[in-house]
């Protein structure tokens, strides 16, 4: 059974529509790329499959392990095994890192009817894994993402990624604002995430990206839906001619 | 203002009030004098309504309508539950002064442990010799209703140079329903002291009562001094509270109020600095849901020149309630180079919701450095999506936000016991929110 299935997805923001029937399907153990030019729809796809307020669903359908993902909220889907790493994760002064990690693992644990983390193992774990993506301790005693840097704010959802091991990861824009050090960082963090049980799709607007972590699928996304798909060649060919040949195409 | 209006009504029943507990009010026959005054000045201005200025947000007429009869003084049984509440709310290793129903409950009680730098009576012992407690420098309804009724309260002097280690825990407990309790205080603090004063309001059982308190504070020279107020009386409760604080020179004074209870309350301090070098930091929370009704209104009088005061107030409103902040800063004639700052923070959990502000600055100094703010909103969407996303529940995600916001003033209360009560009971708030 697929992991996810979108099936002909209309979207709409307001009065626009943005997504026209879109069909994207992600088996387990796949890493599928998403690339296309800006206002191509790969966010608005993310942000649906999130669960992001402010977007109508006006036909098509979304099912996550066979289960209709569109009826459930946010914190539901991100108990299920949904996980999208934000393109530009947000600040929370006041709330710390730490307690904020703790919070939403134990939320998830609880909603799957999973018992609640203790303090020392919680720690032991998020200690191991802060370690191998390189994030101080002391980082994680600072509010929520305040005052980090755009490499470290990466590396704070991709530590999310490891503490909560979702099924499905969305990484929205990874590259985006980061150095090639960070970025090389960054994806090393999800390449040790890979894993025959874990899907990822990787949505991106450079092939830069695809470099440090691998595709199996490259889908190209313009005007609202999926004019192109191939494997991992699919995204050099692009570097090499652009986009604008699948905006006419479109 | 209408006198005649305010002799009717609610001027007759508290009248009445009067007459029927002037016996039970302890007193020499000067403080008896005092009290027949302070009740005519009550009567000849009524409860405050919307037409005084100082009362425009909170007009207790409309919000309250009649002052309660005086609480009987607690039995036994009342006593006994006065003491479970204790136990819930005192602070571990604060030296506790309790009053039940606005009466000192010796038994329940630290006076022994208070020591050889402190020095204890009840109001209702000083009242038997000096009738000065009664006199305040401002006035107003409430204030005078106070004077005439106060039945009993804490009198307390730390002498110079004292060094507490240990915060002194004033518990007003509430046990008697549909009354009201009329407390006095006067805590006078020598040179030189470090000292940390906690006042808690909390109900033990009793419903639809009234408390008004007044709490005399003077702060000798050079002292160090936290001042905490916790107001968590039952949710159909009225709490009218006036401080009046003197604060000497070079003093720090951390000042700190919390509102998480009773129908309708309303704090008034009027503080006043009255030697140079002294630094005033005054931050609130308002914690409101229902149709509460939560007023912080503060007078900061910059009389003398070079001090800073800072005040920090913050507000969380849902369902129908309200929230008010009045802050009046004066700057004095010759009060040069004060440095007087005020911001408030609004946050709106509903549409229904409602934050009054009122900023007022009243400079006569021309060297002088002063400043006001205020926000209000709504909780962030982008915030709570992200908190959603990761897997906690609307209300969880708005809790973790709430904290995070009031989690700023409450951080100003340096000893870590203390904070930690603090944070407990606003945690107690968000449970409580359907």
Redesign the interface.
């Known amino acids: 059974m697929a992991l996810l299935e979108v099936k002909d997805l209309k979207v709409r923001v307001e009065e626009r529509e943005i997504l026209h029937g879109l069909t994207l399907t992600v088996n387990e153990g796949e890493v599928h790329a998403i690339m296309g030019p800006n206002g191509s729809g790969k966010s608005t796809l993310s942000h649906v499959i999130a669960g992001k307020p402010g977007y109508e669903v006006t036909d098509g359908q979304i099912l996550f392990k066979g289960e209709d993902l569109l009826e459930m909220d946010p914190e539901e889907r991100a108990a299920k095994g949904v996980f999208l790493a934000f393109q530009y994760p947000v600040e929370i002064p006041g709330v710390a890192t730490m307690t904020f990690l703790r919070t939403a693992l134990n939320a998830q644990r609880k909603a799957r009817g999973e018992s609640e983390y203790s303090t020392p193992d919680f720690l032991k774990k998020v200690r191991e894994v802060s370690k191998s993506l390189n994030i101080p301790q002391d980082m994680l005693k600072r509010g929520v993402n305040v005052g980090f840097s755009g490499g470290e704010k990466k590396r704070n959802e991709v530590l999310q990624m490891a503490l909560f091991e979702p099924s499905l990861c969305i990484l929205d824009e990874m590259d985006s604002g980061l150095d090639i050090d960070a970025l090389r960082i960054a994806a090393d963090g999800v390449n040790a995430l890979r894993s025959p049980g874990r899907a990822m799709v990787v949505i991106t607007h450079y092939q830069r990206l695809l470099n440090y972590i691998v595709p199996d699928f490259v889908h190209v996304m313009s005007k609202g839906r999926v004019v192109k798909s191939g494997g991992k060649d699919l995204a050099l060919e692009l570097e090499a001619s652009g986009y604008t040949q699948f905006e006419d195409a479109a | 203002m209408n006198v005649a209006v305010a002799k009717t009504g609610n001027g007759r029943a508290v009248s009445d009030l009067f007459a029927g507990a002037e016996g039970r009010l302890p007193g020499s026959p000067a403080v008896i004098v005092a009290r027949r005054e302070a009740f005519e000045t009550y009567e000849r201005l009524g409860l405050p309504h919307r037409r005084i200025e100082e009362w425009k947000y909170t007009d207790l007429r409309a919000l309250v309508g009649e002052v309660l009869p005086l609480a009987a003084s607690p039995d036994a049984a009342a006593l006994k539950r006065a003491a479970e509440a204790v136990k819930a709310h005192a602070i571990a290793g604060a030296r506790k002064l309790v009053l039940v129903d606005g009466v000192f409950a010796a038994d329940l009680s630290d006076v022994k442990a208070l020591g050889s730098d402190m020095s204890f009576r009840t109001l209702r012992e000083t009242l038997e010799k000096d009738a000065s407690l009664l006199k305040t420098a401002v006035t107003d309804a409430v204030i005078a209703l106070n004077a005439a009724m106060a039945t009993d309260g804490v009198v307390l002097s730390i002498a110079d140079g004292a060094q507490l280690s240990a915060p002194i825990q004033i518990i007003h407990i509430a046990t008697a329903a549909s009354a009201s309790a009329f407390s006095r205080s006067q805590v006078a603090i020598g040179k030189g002291v470090h000292a940390t004063i906690v006042e808690s309001f909390v109900a033990a059982g009793a419903k639809a009562y009234q408390v008004n308190d007044a709490v005399l504070l003077s702060i000798g020279d050079d002292s160090d001094v936290a001042h905490i107020r916790l107001m968590d009386d039952a949710p159909d409760a009225l709490n009218v509270t006036s401080h009046f604080v003197t604060v000497g020179a070079n003093v720090k004074l951390n000042f700190f109020n919390m509102t998480t209870g009773a129908a309708v309350s309303r704090l008034q301090g009027f503080i006043t600095f009255s030697g140079e070098g002294s630094e005033l930091s005054a931050n609130g929370v308002n914690l409101l849901q229902k149709t509460e009704h939560g007023d912080t209104t503060l007078l900061v009088d910059h009389a003398v020149p070079n001090c800073v005061s800072r005040e920090t107030f913050r507000a969380v409103i849902d369902d129908r309630a309200h929230s008010v902040f009045q802050g009046r800063i004066i700057v004095r004639p010759d009060a040069q180079k004060t440095d007087g700052k005020m911001m408030t923070r609004a946050l709106l959990l509903s549409d229904e919701a409602e934050a009054d502000n009122k900023p007022e600055l009243e400079i006569f100094a021309d060297d002088v450095s002063c400043g006001h703010g205020a926000t209000a909103g709504a909780l962030?969407?982008?915030?709570l999506?992200?908190?959603?996303?990761?897997?906690?529940?609307?209300k969880?995600?708005q809790a973790?936000?709430i904290?995070?916001?009031v989690?700023?003033a409450i951080e100003q209360i340096a000893d870590d016991g203390l904070r930690e009560h603090v944070i407990g009971i606003a945690e107690r708030w968000l449970e409580r929110r359907s």
């Open positions: 962030d969407d982008s915030l999506f992200y908190l959603k996303a990761r897997g906690l529940p609307e969880q995600a973790l936000l904290q995070a916001f989690g700023e």
